[in-house]
């Protein structure tokens, strides 16, 4: 049983149904390599393309797979490659990578102000973090500065909820006993 087809008009058809973008191409091949529908070049069709890139690739897998060539009218495409079940062609479609990857183009614009943004949150509260922790220790250091230099009226104050404040009360109750064990002496002294 014989079939006649009419390749050039199923190429039409295809590409009408598909709604692919500008320049994209469908090429059904088979398994030598001959090409049996080429909606953007129906020259094409008829020839042995076994010898190029997307065809050598489409060949060589079995069931599907993909590949970004510069095509021979210069424009560079992402083509997709199927196998037709029950058949040994297979489908290549080709998407110019302009016109792909656009979705992906226009995402990444959103994606880095994004980062941007969190990037200067992280900055800001690394900024207030880091100013609360150096106001404390700067403050831990003149609070020890005074007891040092003896001023044991001096009482460590530092704001938060965090080790230095811990330090911070140690050193107060040290001071304290320091105090009362001085007032003791004195006492001691005076009696």
């Known amino acids: 049983i014989g079939l006649p087809l009419n390749l050039p008009r199923i190429?039409?058809?295809?590409l009408t149904t598909w709604n692919l973008p500008e320049k994209s191409t469908i090429t059904v091949i088979d398994s030598q390599?001959?090409?049996l529908i080429d909606t953007y070049h129906e020259?094409?069709?008829?020839?042995n393309m076994q010898d190029t890139t997307i065809a050598h690739k489409a060949l060589s897998i079995?069931?599907?797979g993909s590949e970004e060539d510069t095509c021979s009218d210069g424009i560079r495409r992402l083509?997709?490659?199927?196998?037709i079940p029950g058949t040994s062609w297979k489908v290549v479609v080709g998407v110019p990578t302009q016109k792909a990857y656009s979705h992906a183009y226009a995402m990444s614009g959103r994606y880095i102000v994004m980062l941007l943004f969190v990037s200067l949150i992280a900055l800001g509260l690394s900024l207030v973090l880091s100013m609360r922790i150096t106001g404390n220790l700067s403050s831990l250091v003149h609070g020890l500065g005074e007891i040092e230099r003896g001023n044991?009226?001096?009482t460590l104050?530092?704001?938060g909820h965090d080790e230095l404040m811990?330090?911070?009360e140690s050193f107060n109750k040290m001071v304290l006993k320091r105090k009362e064990m001085e007032s003791a002496v004195q006492k001691s002294e005076a009696f």
């Open 79 to 83: 083509h997709r490659f199927l196998s």
């Open 62 to 64: 079995t069931a599907s």
């Open 152 to 154: 044991l009226s001096f």
């Open 33 to 35: 390599g001959n090409v």
């Open 11 to 14: 190429s039409e058809k295809l």
């Open 166 to 168: 811990d330090v911070a």
């Open 157 to 159: 104050t530092l704001t």
């Open 43 to 47: 020259k094409n069709i008829g020839k």
